[in-house]
């Protein structure tokens, strides 16, 4: 058992993006773990009312919830716009399902939203012949990611969302979880080359298929975006520093509570000492705050892998164009599914644990992965009814 449990943390981790989906770099997740999937419910509506910072949010909520819970323990996750993924094992589900009860409840009344969590065990999984895979992808020095494999997580979500009696539903229980270290303070990202994609990419076939497709893509897109930063939806160039109480306020909703003004005037104030310290390249007790910047920049997951490619990038007209009418050849082909939204502006928010240790989650604006999901369901049930 205790062997299971540092399963994840003795994984080797793999530092080329382009090798994402060799299946050399996954393990198979042990049977004594489980996945819990968290989405909210009604996500569209909430889009619609251009509230997709606050669903952002909520999202990212749970997994600073989980992370909390475990008291800084390390455990994979992927975060997926509207909701999450991630992995822990069976020993934790209990700690976690509280911490998860208690952020439904928050996020009901921070936001109106309704949390959609459940727990399934990963030998249920493996009774259904259904395989869930992990690999680690360094991102930067002192941070990795989650990639996951293997098609068990989209089997884990089906049976979430349809109620199916192998998963365990988490219900809103009132109190406070501890989600310190979750932040939104930085203003939406501007696309320098006028849009910010937001591309889901889904293979089909068999597994040597799988990869041969995801490799294809991974080529075409570099082809046309270059091997610059220009494309990545985070550089230090498009960051806005100015501080914002509207950039703000959605952690302010979340997190203050009945604490009162005193509390959002030290994040208000905090953050202007932040912005000061990195344009004077100022240290405070032992905080550095353009290194600091230089790491955010690294530790964005603007590209993730879990059974489906996710990725946003900073495109021109011309490439936006041509990334288009490549994945749509490909789906003609039959080789693969593909959703994507555009916008003029990249999300981001932030999970700070300490100096060295912050991971930032990035979306395109206005809908975007959930709304890329949308196109791709789309394809999917039209070839369904087709056939």
């Known amino acids: 058992m205790a062997e299971s449990k540092g399963f994840y943390d003795r994984l080797t981790s793999f530092a080329s993006f382009a090798e994402v989906t060799d299946r050399r770099h996954y ?112 991102v930067s020095k002192g941070s990795t990611l989650a990639m996951l494999h293997g098609g068990g997580v989209a089997v884990a979500e089906k049976w979430v969302k349809g109620g199916d009696a192998r998963a365990l539903a988490i219900a809103p229980m009132e109190g406070t979880a501890d989600v310190n270290g979750l932040s939104c303070r930085w203003n939406p990202i501007p696309a320098k080359r006028g849009e910010m994609l937001s591309i889901l990419v889904l293979a089909k076939g068999s597994s040597s298929e799988l990869g041969t497709t995801y490799l294809e893509v991974l080529r075409k897109f570099e082809e046309i975006l270059g091997t610059g930063d220009e494309s990545d939806p985070v550089t230090e160039s498009k960051l806005d520093k100015r501080v914002s109480t509207k950039a703000m306020a959605p952690e302010l909703k979340l997190k203050a ?49 879990d059974d489906m490619l996710r990725m946003v990038r900073d495109c021109d007209s011309k490439q936006k164009r041509e990334i288009e009418t490549f994945l749509a050849s490909m789906y003609r082909e039959g080789r693969l599914y593909y959703g994507i939204h555009a916008s003029k502006e990249a999300l981001m928010t932030c999970m700070v644990f300490s ?6 989650f990035i979306d395109g604006s206005g809908g975007g992965y959930a709304l890329a999901a949308k196109q791709l369901k789309g394809q999917m049930a039209s070839l369904t009814s087709a056939s």
């Open 27 to 138: 393990s198979r997740v042990p049977d004594d773990w489980s996945v819990i999937i968290t989405d909210v419910k009604g996500s569209t509506k909430a889009i619609a009312e251009n509230r997709y910072k606050e669903v952002n949010m909520a999202g990212a909520a749970t997994i600073t919830a989980a992370l909390n819970a475990l008291g800084g323990r390390k455990t994979p996750f992927v975060f997926g716009g509207d909701g999450a993924t991630f992995l822990l094992h069976d020993d934790d589900v209990a700690v976690v399902a509280a911490a998860l009860s208690k952020t439904c409840a928050m996020v009901k009344k921070a936001y109106d939203l309704e949390l959609r969590i459940g727990s399934v065990s990963i030998a249920h999984l493996t009774k259904a012949d259904a395989v869930v895979e992990v690999a680690k992808f360094q």
């Open 257 to 305: 509570g009945d604490k009162g003004p005193m509390y959002a005037a030290k994040i208000f104030f905090g953050s202007v000492a932040i912005r000061l310290m990195n344009l004077f390249g100022l240290t405070l007790f032992g905080f550095d705050a353009r290194r600091y910047v230089k790491d955010l920049v690294k530790n964005t997951d603007f590209r993730k892998f």
């Open 355 to 360: 100096t060295d240790d912050h991971i930032h």
